[in-house]
Nanobody, 125 residues
């Protein structure tokens, strides 16, 4: 059974950096449908950095030029380097992976099947 496990969260002051890591077991990160999501209290979950069906990495506008997604094929990890952190980045961060879903008639999208437990990131001002 596939499992994803995150690490690297913590508390940091504004302007600081953190590197989150997601290691997969029973699953091999591919070239699409994987990424990092976050959810802050009272807010909906949002994709922070996700690899779309065409293999492009798409970043949320709020993290562009500050966060970088990378994949290590040897270690089978998906990392998120976060810099210039701000209090609004405070959230539970989770990694997810899945596969393409859909049809020629209705179109295709990523179906995220596997989720980690999450790692908390807290940024203080």
């Amino acid at each position: 059974q596939a499992q994803l496990m995150e690490s690297g969260g913590g508390s940091v002051q504004a302007g600081g950096s953190l590197r989150l890591s997601c290691v997969a077991s029973g699953y091999r990160f591919g070239t699409q449908c994987m990424g990092w999501f976050r959810q802050a209290p009272g807010k909906e979950r949002e994709g922070v950095a996700v690899v779309e069906l065409d293999g492009r990495t798409v970043y949320a506008d709020s993290v562009k030029d500050r966060f970088t997604l990378s994949k290590d094929n040897a270690d089978n990890t998906l990392d998120l380097q976060m810099t210039s952190l701000a209090p609004e980045d405070t959230a539970m961060y989770s990694c997810a992976a899945g596969r393409r879903s859909g049809s020629d008639d209705n179109g295709y999208q990523c179906l995220y099947l596997y989720w980690g437990q999450g790692t908390q990131v807290t940024v203080s001002s």
